[in-house]
């Protein structure tokens, strides 16, 4: 064997062993322990000292870290310094790396993150963060410090070990969240959420934080002259368990620096975690603490306040076996308390066993407490200091507390002493909370917060930490099972709810040994009627009962049916009526009748057969409603009946008879013998006269005389009315009008079925075989008559003659045209003339017999007009189509200038026609001469003068309001022209400058032309500008009558040549309007002008720099094209030309 100390090596572990060597695996704490290696076998013992010859692979790091940290290469990660993962940057260690603290190489080693943690273990593989195993021992290494620099960066700890540090995990921002870790053994706090002078939130969940020298948890806020401090984590679910100085410390603290005279007036520090569902224990102090410190300074020119805010939220917490309940203090430092503010909420919190004091009200403190038990081994009290005040509402104290709900009986845990602090069913404080207090939706142990406990109806929130439950039913029994004698039956039930016990009851009474969630019957028996029920009751003592089931068990029936007949033999198509009579078979049984094996009849206990042939069989089916039945469905004995046929007997009717026919004797039937009867029949004779017309039914009867069996058969004799033909012709009138519908219509008398009619007209055969005849309304005399041959069998007077109808068709009078075809619609009224006279004028504008084409209106209309003959009646109309035309204003439009007219100038005139016509007549005159007879007009080169001009316009149009001629008339005069000269030097030498241009008469003229420019109202001719060469220069002068004249001189221009020593570069040339000059000689005095092509000087400037060198010429806001540059300094000059493109 082998071993190190007391550590035996598994022999799978061993690798090698030889006489001076031993390999085998070992775990990572044996590292460096220094103990012996002990090795045994059958031939004694020996020690080796403790070295080992494969270490583990280790990674030693410090400094800045990032990337991923994983668990098989290394796997282990010492740190021989502190370690930064920096701001923007990330570390991810994978589950079972370790990473310890090497304190041989760094002492107090920081963790620290400024980036992105994100450190996730499993259950079954967490992350290690620990010093070496031989230098394990509180407060071996600083711990971790989460301080991300970067709203985008974030820490995650899941399933993470942290020992031996002096702060295990310090949280200092808002992305923190620490989950199912384990953080103990810490010379310090395990957990400390710090806000300097900032915001430090996260949650803290799922986590056990345990064995720590300091709190188990510390929330603190420092807020200073720098900044406001809050801190505000999520404690949640978590152990909080054997910490020295206590569970849960929070503080907010404020402060200035002395002799401080500036910064801000008002700042403060906030703690307010949120602590829920914790279990908090044996912690060696208070369950939780609070303080609030505040403070303030002189200052100038004002006072300067900080104060501290220490509010803690507390819900479904449990606190138990700690040396104290909850502290809440206020401790100002130089100042009042009223800069310190506590003001706790304790909600659905149990209490049990804290030492003799349940809470300690500071100073300036508001404790509330609602919905919340505290209850001991001792009867712990309320300390008081100061001001300090507790509002206790609904809440279990062992001393009755003043406040609206509170009680103080036992609370009857279910096993305090076993850490079961569950309410039994029986408690007082189940349903005797205040449901406006309760914030949260479940209690500690994760069941829904606020249920019906005592099952009154109504759900109210329970006290302490737990909310009772009464078991939940989630599947009643079948409400009702029926079923038959000897079968198997099963009622079952389920519930939801802890340690759940059963007990059926059969009408209210207990079931001894029904304590299963399923009740069966294997044997069904009728003592097993009965109403069941099952109580239901969990390991609290509380009990459901369910909804009552009803079991019936019936008994069995033997079902039988018998038949009767009425007859059982008989003549076909006889009546026989067969009965049921049924045995045990219940109320309303089912009746099924076969007739040979077919379906018959109703569901019915009797049935009455028609149409039974012989040797028909007939059985009755009956099926029982009952449930619990024997031979189900019945069936009756068969009963077979006789039929005897009926004797074949058949009619043959006579021909229909005409009423005055005699009587005679009936022989109709193929078998003679028997009885005749019906109307019209005596001793088997048929008389018609007697039976008169009609359809008569006549029966004849005949009898078996082997059967008994008789036969009836029946038939129909007609007999017809002895009629007179006849007819009459009628007309709606005897005189018509030409076009007139004429129709004449025959009323016939007896015609029969298919009656036949033949008309004349003036003895001549018309119309059709029609009860009626049209004839057309064309002018005369007619006769018109009808025969008729009626299609009655027994008709007498056929075929019939009507009487004769005398008719007469009048001619329409004739209407002779009137009226014009189109007028004005100013013209007046106009008669009309239609003749015949005597008429009637209907239309538009029509009133009597006069036409007023102002009331139409323009367009067209139709004017009728109606006579009526007074002699025959007839009404003759004609019409006329009269077009009523618009009444126009006829104008004239004159469109040019005829104003401010000088000698040579030309007129344009235009005329334009309104209304003018297809055909319209134009003419101008000027000074009484016809000049033009279009509408345009155009005069040129007139003398100075004055004159009239006229334009008589004619229409063509018919209808007027103004015309048809108009005419314009205007008066204007003609100016003389001004008599312009200009005169000019014949040279101009360039070396002379620009110069004044003087020579034009009048003078106030223009001038223009190259090189010539105006500088407030002199006009400049600049002979560089222009150049070498002959120039033309004109001078426009304008009279005080608007009338201009221009006059033209030339001169020539000479340019001079550079004066010596004036060298100059420009680049670029061309450019975009920044111009480089440079140059290379003394430039003291030199000016730079540049003039556009006009001779206007555009820019100037001296030269700069005395020595020469470069010098800038910025034409970039001037228009591109060419300008002149000129450089000169009062003796020389030199010129160029600027292009700008």
């Known amino acids: 064997t082998a071993a190190v100390g007391s550590q035996l090596i598994p022999g799978e572990d061993i690798l090698l062993w030889t006489d001076t060597l031993v390999q085998f695996f070992a775990p990572i704490d044996w590292i460096g322990t220094g103990e012996a290696i002990v090795i045994s076998s059958s031939e004694g013992t020996d020690s080796i000292p403790g070295a080992f010859l494969f270490t583990p692979r280790i990674q030693y790091v410090s400094g800045e870290v990032s990337g991923v940290w994983t668990k098989d290469c290394p796997g282990i990660y010492m740190l021989t310094g502190d370690v930064i993962v920096p701001e923007g940057q990330s570390l991810r260690i994978e589950p079972g790396v370790q990473v310890l603290v090497d304190t041989d190489s760094t002492s107090n080693a920081l963790f620290q993150v400024l980036g992105t943690l994100i450190a996730e273990g499993t259950e079954t593989d967490s992350i290690l963060f620990s010093a070496l195993p031989y230098q394990r021992m509180p407060g071996a290494w600083t711990g971790i410090e989460l301080d991300m620099q970067s709203s985008t960066d974030s820490a995650t700890l899941s399933r993470c070990i942290v020992e031996y540090a002096r702060t295990g995990i310090t949280?200092?921002?808002?992305?923190?969240?620490?989950?199912?870790?384990?953080?103990?053994?810490?010379?310090?706090?395990?957990?400390?959420?710090?806000?300097?002078?900032?915001?430090?939130?996260?949650?803290?969940?799922?986590?056990?934080?345990?064995?720590?020298?300091?709190?188990?948890?510390?929330?603190?806020?420092?807020?200073?002259?720098?900044?406001?401090?809050?801190?505000?984590?999520?404690?949640?679910?978590?152990?909080?368990?054997?910490?020295?100085?206590?569970?849960?410390?929070?503080?907010?603290?404020?402060?200035?620096?002395?002799?401080?005279?500036?910064?801000?007036?008002?700042?403060?520090?906030?703690?307010?975690?949120?602590?829920?569902?914790?279990?908090?224990?044996?912690?060696?102090?208070?369950?939780?603490?609070?303080?609030?410190?505040?403070?303030?300074?002189?200052?100038?020119?004002?006072?300067?306040?900080?104060?501290?805010?220490?509010?803690?939220?507390?819900?479904?917490?449990?606190?138990?076996?700690?040396?104290?309940?909850?502290?809440?203090?206020?401790?100002?430092?130089?100042?009042?308390?009223?800069?310190?503010?506590?003001?706790?909420?304790?909600?659905?919190?149990?209490?049990?066993?804290?030492?003799?004091?349940?809470?300690?009200?500071?100073?300036?403190?508001?404790?509330?407490?609602?919905?919340?038990?505290?209850?001991?081994?001792?009867?712990?009290?309320?300390?008081?200091?100061?001001?300090?005040?507790?509002?206790?509402?609904?809440?279990?104290?062992?001393?009755?507390?003043?406040?609206?709900?509170?009680?103080?009986?036992?609370?009857?845990?279910?096993?305090?002493?076993?850490?079961?602090?569950?309410?039994?069913?029986?408690?007082?404080?189940?349903?005797?909370?205040?449901?406006?207090?309760?914030?949260?939706?479940?209690?500690?142990?994760?069941?829904?917060?606020?249920?019906?406990?005592?099952?009154?109806?109504?759900?109210?929130?329970?006290?302490?930490?737990?909310?009772?439950?009464?078991?939940?039913?989630?599947?009643?029994?079948?409400?009702?099972?029926?079923?038959?004698?000897?079968?198997?039956?099963?009622?079952?039930?389920?519930?939801?709810?802890?340690?759940?016990?059963?007990?059926?009851?059969?009408?209210?009474?207990?079931?001894?040994?029904?304590?299963?969630?399923?009740?069966?019957?294997?044997?069904?028996?009728?003592?097993?009627?009965?109403?069941?029920?099952?109580?239901?009751?969990?390991?609290?003592?509380?009990?459901?009962?369910?909804?009552?089931?009803?079991?019936?068990?019936?008994?069995?029936?033997?079902?039988?049916?018998?038949?009767?007949?009425?007859?059982?033999?008989?003549?076909?198509?006889?009546?026989?009526?067969?009965?049921?009579?049924?045995?045990?078979?219940?109320?309303?049984?089912?009746?099924?009748?076969?007739?040979?094996?077919?379906?018959?009849?109703?569901?019915?206990?009797?049935?009455?057969?028609?149409?039974?042939?012989?040797?028909?069989?007939?059985?009755?089916?009956?099926?029982?409603?009952?449930?619990?039945?024997?031979?189900?469905?019945?069936?009756?004995?068969?009963?077979?009946?006789?039929?005897?046929?009926?004797?074949?007997?058949?009619?043959?009717?006579?021909?229909?008879?005409?009423?005055?026919?005699?009587?005679?004797?009936?022989?109709?039937?193929?078998?003679?013998?028997?009885?005749?009867?019906?109307?019209?029949?005596?001793?088997?004779?048929?008389?018609?006269?007697?039976?008169?017309?009609?359809?008569?039914?006549?029966?004849?009867?005949?009898?078996?005389?082997?059967?008994?069996?008789?036969?009836?058969?029946?038939?129909?004799?007609?007999?017809?009315?002895?009629?007179?033909?006849?007819?009459?012709?009628?007309?709606?009138?005897?005189?018509?009008?030409?076009?007139?519908?004429?129709?004449?219509?025959?009323?016939?008398?007896?015609?029969?079925?298919?009656?036949?009619?033949?008309?004349?007209?003036?003895?001549?055969?018309?119309?059709?075989?029609?009860?009626?005849?049209?004839?057309?309304?064309?002018?005369g005399a007619y006769e018109v008559a009808c025969t008729l041959l009626s299609s009655a069998a027994c008709a007498l007077n056929n075929p019939a003659m009507s009487n004769v109808v005398s008719l007469e068709v009048h001619a329409l009078p004739i209407i002779d045209p009137f009226g014009p075809e189109s007028v004005c619609v100013n013209a007046g009224v106009l008669e009309l003339d239609a003749t015949p006279t005597g008429g009637i004028y209907e239309g538009p504008g029509v009133a009597g017999n006069l036409f007023d084409p102002a009331v139409a209106g323009v367009g067209a209309h139709t004017i009728s007009y109606a006579y009526t003959d007074p002699q025959t009646g007839c009404t003759g109309t004609g019409n006329a189509d009269i077009v009523v035309r618009e009444a126009v204003e006829v104008g004239l439009q004159v469109i040019g200038e005829t104003t401010n007219l000088c000698a040579g100038d030309g007129i344009l005139l235009t005329g334009t026609a309104v209304h003018g016509g297809g055909n319209p007549v134009w003419e101008w005159t000027l000074n009484g001469e016809i000049v033009s007879t279009g509408p345009d007009l155009e005069l040129f080169n007139h003398d100075a003068g004055d004159y009239e001009l006229a334009c008589t316009f004619t229409s063509s149009e018919q209808c007027t309001t103004n015309g048809p001629t108009v005419s314009f008339a205007v008066s204007f005069t003609v100016y003389p022209l001004p008599e312009v000269t200009l005169t000019l030097p014949d040279t101009v030498d360039s070396a002379t400058g620009p110069v004044e241009l003087t020579g034009g008469f009048p003078a106030g003229g223009i001038y223009d032309g190259p090189g010539v420019m105006e500088d407030s109202g002199v006009f400049i001719f600049d002979p560089v500008a222009a150049g070498g060469g002959f120039h033309s220069i004109t001078y426009t002068y304008t009279a005080g009558n608007g009338c201009s004249a221009t006059a033209t001189a030339e001169t020539l221009v000479g340019l001079d040549q550079p004066a010596a020593g004036i060298r100059l570069q420009v680049f670029p040339n061309p450019s975009t309007g920044l111009f480089h000059l440079r140059a290379d000689q003394p430039a003291a005095g030199w000016v730079v002008s540049v003039f556009n092509l006009q001779g206007r000087k555009v820019w100037e400037e001296a030269w700069l720099n005395p020595a020469g060198g470069e010098q800038e010429v910025d034409l970039r806001s001037m228009p591109k094209g060419a300008y002149l540059l000129r450089v000169t300094d009062g003796k020389r000059r030199l010129v160029r030309r600027l292009v700008v493109q």
């Not at 079961?420 to 142990?445: C, H, K, M, Q, Y």
């Not at 009963?639 to 005055?660: K, N, R, S």
């Not at 009587?663 to 009885?675: D, R, S, Y």
């Open 171 to 779: 949280g200092r921002d808002s992305e923190v969240a620490i989950d199912h870790c384990t953080v103990r053994n810490n010379s310090e706090s395990g957990v400390h959420w710090l806000a300097l002078e900032e915001t430090a939130l996260g949650r803290l969940a799922n986590s056990s934080i345990r064995d720590n020298n300091g709190y188990g948890v510390q929330v603190s806020a420092f807020g200073n002259r720098f900044g406001n401090a809050s801190a505000r984590p999520e404690l949640l679910q978590n152990q909080i368990e054997n910490n020295s100085q206590g569970g849960i410390f929070i503080e907010s603290r404020t402060a200035t620096p002395p002799n401080f005279t500036s910064g801000p007036s008002s700042r403060g520090a906030s703690a307010t975690p949120i602590i829920n569902g914790n279990s908090i224990r044996n912690n060696n102090g208070y369950g939780i603490e609070c303080l609030a410190d505040g403070d303030w300074a002189n200052g100038v020119p004002f006072d300067f306040f900080y104060r501290a805010y220490a509010h803690p939220s507390m819900e479904n917490n449990l606190i138990v076996d700690n040396n104290g309940g909850f502290k809440a203090i206020t401790q100002p430092t130089g100042g009042g308390t009223w800069l310190s503010y506590s003001e706790p909420r304790i909600i659905n919190n149990t209490f049990y066993n804290n030492g003799p004091t349940a809470i300690h009200a500071g100073d300036s403190t508001k404790i509330t407490v609602a919905n919340s038990i505290f209850r001991g081994e001792e009867n712990a009290s309320i300390e008081y200091e100061g001001s300090g005040k507790t509002f206790i509402s609904y809440s279990n104290f062992p001393e009755l507390q003043p406040g609206p709900g509170n009680i103080s009986a036992d609370p009857l845990f279910s096993d305090p002493g076993n850490n079961d602090f569950r309410l039994l069913a029986s408690s007082p404080a189940i349903d005797a909370g205040n449901n406006d207090a309760a914030t949260e939706p479940t209690d500690f142990a994760g069941a829904p917060r606020i249920a019906d406990g005592n099952g009154d109806g109504t759900a109210t929130v329970d006290m302490g930490a737990y909310e009772y439950h009464l078991p939940e039913i989630t599947l009643q029994p079948d409400p009702s099972q029926e079923l038959c004698e000897g079968e198997t039956a099963t009622l079952s039930v389920s519930a939801e709810g802890d340690g759940l016990a059963y007990q059926w009851q059969q009408d209210g009474q207990d079931i001894p040994g029904a304590n299963a969630a399923e009740l069966s019957f294997d044997s069904a028996q009728p003592d097993n009627n009965g109403s069941y029920t099952c109580v239901i009751t969990d390991e609290l003592g509380g009990s459901v009962q369910t909804t009552a089931a009803q079991l019936t068990v019936l008994p069995f029936f033997d079902v039988t049916v018998q038949v009767e007949a009425s007859a059982t033999a008989g003549c076909q198509g006889e009546a026989v009526v067969f009965t049921a009579t049924p045995t045990d078979a219940g109320t309303d049984p089912q009746f099924e009748w076969q007739v040979n094996g077919q379906p018959a009849g109703e569901n019915s206990a009797t049935f009455t057969a028609t149409g039974l042939d012989d040797e028909d069989r007939v059985v009755c089916i009956l099926t029982s409603r009952e449930v619990c039945t024997a031979n189900n469905p019945a069936v009756s004995d068969e009963i077979v009946v006789e039929v005897h046929p009926l004797p074949q007997v058949a009619l043959e009717p006579p021909e229909p008879l005409c009423a005055d026919e005699p009587a005679f004797e009936l022989n109709i039937a193929t078998l003679p013998g028997g009885v005749y009867s019906g109307p019209g029949v005596s001793n088997n004779h048929f008389d018609p006269a007697a039976a008169g017309p009609g359809m008569h039914d006549i029966s004849y009867a005949y009898t078996d005389t082997l059967t008994g069996c008789t036969s009836i058969e029946m038939t129909v004799i007609r007999v017809l009315e002895v009629v007179e033909a006849g007819i009459s012709v009628s007309s709606s009138a005897e005189s018509y009008c030409a076009g007139d519908d004429i129709l004449l219509a025959a009323t016939p008398s007896h015609p029969g079925d298919s009656p036949t009619y033949q008309w004349t007209v003036n003895g001549e055969a018309a119309g059709g075989n029609s009860p009626e005849l049209s004839l057309p309304g064309e002018p």
